[in-house]
């Protein structure tokens, strides 16, 4: 059953990314109009979506299973940032940057939830939030100065506007609340549900308008599939070594796993045409990864148990 859930959520977000990409060659949206869209995307649903992953407070008897969990999830994250210090020195600047974000951040937010509550219910669901905490941190800091940094020569610039991100001052809201366990007004904690759960169609309506201009024979590609080896295999190995390290139980290191095995974030496209990096490869690398996760996925789920 769990299987059967996951692969309609892969099916639902290709049908999505067809849908966008049949809104672009229909003339439904036009360049100025996805320029529009993609920052409505960026600056207000997905803060809003991150604010709405946070609203549920840590109960008392898993906060040293969780902190171990986020303990996990920052290791991880300083292991991607040392092999991006490497790994892609020899590809072109706009094709690294895509690479380095594609590193940093899956799609664990909107493919990972789903999937850890269909394997391991409410609590997985609990432990992918807290696991996905550092890479938010990191993908709306690092993650955005690697494109950012191209478009300005300050550094206090790009330091301030990355600090400043919506997307960022989102994450400080956050994690006030889930440390301190406060509640939002009803009203409060509705508005940002409704707005968050746009995310998951407006960032696959994005995507298809930049595959509409993709030859989709160079999806497949030798960089996009080397890349999607070591999304879905290498890192998600390495996780479980971290997990084990970090004295995690099996549902624990389950969800590490699988969090660290899902595709490349689908944001690496939208930032990539925000910021004028190599779009076309990033729409490839989230769309070959997206594709070749569905079978990596499963597979992971069988080996950890």
Not at 143 to 155: C, K, L, V
């Amino acid at each position: 059953m769990e299987l059967l859930r996951l692969a309609n959520l892969q099916l639902t977000l290709f049908l999505m990314i067809l849908l966008g990409l049949g809104l672009k060659r229909w003339g439904i949206l036009d360049a100025p109009g996805i320029k529009s869209l993609t920052a409505l995307c960026v600056d207000v649903v997905i803060p809003f979506n991150i604010l709405k992953s946070c609203l549920a407070p840590l109960g008392d008897d898993v906060l040293a299973t969780a902190g171990k969990i986020l303990l996990a999830g920052f290791l991880m994250q300083l292991l991607y940032l040392v092999l991006n210090q490497f790994l892609y020195n020899r590809f072109a600047l706009q094709r690294k940057k895509v690479l380095q974000y594609c590193t940093i951040v899956s799609n664990g937010g909107f493919l990972g939830n789903p999937v850890a509550e269909g394997v391991y219910g409410p609590l997985g669901l609990l432990y992918a939030s807290v696991y996905l905490i550092p890479m938010r941190i990191i993908m709306w800091s690092v993650g955005t100065s690697y494109f950012i940094a191209g478009q300005h020569t300050d550094r206090k610039q790009v330091l301030k506007k990355v600090l400043t991100h919506p997307c960022l001052v989102a994450i400080y809201l956050g994690m006030l609340l889930m440390v301190t366990g406060w509640q939002l007004p009803g009203f409060l904690q509705l508005t940002v549900g409704y707005i968050g759960n746009c995310n998951a169609a407006l960032t696959m309506f994005i995507i298809g308008t930049i595959l509409a201009d993709v030859p989709l024979k160079s999806i497949f590609n030798r960089d996009s599939f080397l890349f999607s080896f070591l999304r879905l295999g290498v890192l998600p190995a390495l996780s479980w070594l971290i997990c084990r390290v970090a004295g995690l139980d099996a549902l624990g290191t389950g969800v590490g796993v699988m969090m660290t095995g899902m595709p490349a974030g689908a944001t690496a496209a939208i930032f990539a045409a925000q910021y004028h990096s190599d779009a076309p490869f990033a729409t490839q690398v989230v769309i070959l990864s997206t594709l070749l996760s569905m079978v990596t996925i499963p597979l992971w789920c069988y080996l950890i148990g």
